[in-house]
């Protein structure tokens, strides 16, 4: 199929088009126009299931073939997970030093009186690398050497909604499309029997905070690129089988007829949408099959199911979805977002955090040691953290929502092990040295995918968008 060309699109709704397309009023019309605002995003949009992606070829070496996000949904404290912080914890119930916080944007401490509140929790060194976790994620701990610790990060937005968006797609504004919808877009996926971009969600007993599908949206991009949810519970996919009475000839006959008919569509209209109709439709009877054989954990052996700490497979857990997430990685799925709606601890922290670190760290170091032993790991890039971090203030039992310091780790994907980068001050209250914006996270991700951030775009409405906006820079101190 050709690839999408905007000046053609507008072209073709020529004076045949508009008679055909009048019968459904002027809107119909000004729909079929509005389509050029896919722009060059759409150029690759029309190639069949399995395409190698938009870039012709890459721009950098490739580290890194598909991401792992293991998102830590509500803003996981960085006091109790990964930053030590000795000073704040002697300070503990103290005044919090105003010349931190004078003018600074708080969340919901904005004129209350502030104390410092340290960890409740000891911290280990881990590894040859000796990197400090916290005794609350022992597993995480055991696979330090493998892990790379960003202790600088710092976002933008300040609460849950707008943050995920930020981290999701470099921009609070609806419509913008996902960082797995970029990569899907720019790499394609190596696999056509599966979406190239899968979601799967959990959550724990405390801390839990709604999370929006706009998070994998396509935003501007073609919608063959959005992220697909699967289920964690039950059928990964609804209504997966053929009803009763209907076989796959059966079935595979519809399919193709309704390919046939969308192709005289294709012919007339230049619109991106049903090329992602045709494939859909191809990439759903495939499901059939490839579904129920990805979800089959019953030649998973009982010491793989111990290793994640799963009690019963397909119960919903983090951990089912993290040896879920493996067997996705293993059959070619580009994006593999895992969200864990566990972390809003504005009140019992110390009960919350445990909980939460229960639910997420054997698992989350089993996926490591199991990709490793695959040797998956080399070319898997995991990414491991929240929207933001929390206040070294306390709030109540808990703490606030926090922009200027938090933690996230990286590993394997072309990222160095057993290494720690940036640092946040004395009080944890702001990242200092060798600061991260979430721009800066993406351009860097992007990088180890062999992908140049800034040429990366989609035209809408005149402008090139793209994942990093007009910032970003690749952070080479973590590259291996």
Not at 49 to 64: D, I, Y
Not at 456 to 470: A, E
């Amino acid at each position: 199929m050709p690839r999408f060309d905007p000046t053609r699109h507008a072209l073709s709704v020529n004076r045949r088009a508009f008679l055909t397309q009048s019968a459904y009023g002027l809107g119909g019309l000004a729909f079929a126009l509005l389509q050029n605002k896919l722009g060059a995003a759409a150029s690759g949009a029309s190639r069949p299931p399995g395409w190698n992606g938009a870039l012709a070829q890459s721009h950098f070496p490739v580290k890194a073939k598909r991401v792992i996000f293991l998102c830590m949904a509500g803003g996981p404290s960085q006091f109790e997970t990964f930053d030590w912080k000795p000073e704040l914890k002697a300070l503990d119930g103290k005044p919090f030093p105003e010349s931190f916080t004078k003018g600074q944007q708080l969340a919901q401490l904005q004129n209350t009186v502030l104390k410092a509140r340290g960890a409740f929790t000891s911290f280990q060194k881990h590894g040859q690398s000796g990197i400090e976790v916290s005794e609350l994620f022992p597993h995480i701990g055991s696979v330090a050497d493998d892990l790379c610790v960003i202790r600088s990060m710092q976002t933008e937005q300040i609460n849950h909604d707008t943050a995920h968006a930020f981290m999701n797609t470099g921009s609070i504004i609806k419509g913008r499309p996902s960082m797995g919808s970029w990569l899907l877009y720019g790499l394609g996926a190596e696999t056509q029997e599966l979406p190239g971009f899968v979601v799967l969600t959990s959550a724990g007993k405390f801390g839990l905070q709604p999370i929006s599908a706009r998070q994998w949206s396509s935003g501007v991009l073609p919608s063959r690129f959005q992220g697909i949810q699967f289920q964690s519970r039950g059928d990964a996919v609804h209504y997966v089988g053929n009803p009763d009475g209907v076989c796959q000839s059966t079935q595979r006959q519809v399919v193709d007829e309704i390919r046939r008919l969308n192709g005289f569509l294709a012919e007339e209209q230049v619109d991106p949408e049903i090329a992602t109709r045709i494939a859909q439709y191809e990439l759903a009877f495939k499901m059939q099959t490839s579904v129920p054989e990805l979800t089959d954990f019953r030649r998973e052996p009982k010491e793989m199911l111990d290793l994640y700490g799963i009690k019963e497979p397909g119960d919903g857990s983090f951990a089912s979805n993290c040896l879920l997430a493996r067997r996705l990685a293993e059959r070619g799925v580009r994006m593999i977002q895992l969200y864990h709606r566990a972390w809003d601890h504005h009140g019992d922290l110390e009960n919350g955090m445990k909980a939460g670190a229960r639910d997420v760290d054997q698992a989350t170091a089993a996926l490591i040691k199991d990709l490793k032993q695959r040797g998956l790991l080399d070319d898997t890039l995991i990414l491991w953290g929240g929207e933001f971090g929390r206040t070294p203030m306390g709030q109540g039992t808990g703490r606030d929502h926090h922009i200027l310091g938090f933690s996230v780790f990286m590993a394997g994907g072309g990222v160095k092990g057993g290494v720690t980068y940036g640092s946040t001050d004395d009080l944890g209250y702001r990242a200092v040295d060798n600061v991260v914006n979430v721009h800066d996270l993406h351009a860097t991700m992007l990088a180890l995918m062999g992908i140049d951030h800034e040429r990366l775009n989609s035209k809408f409405q005149g402008l090139d968008v793209r994942l990093t906006g007009v910032a970003g820079k690749v952070v080479s101190g973590i590259m291996a």
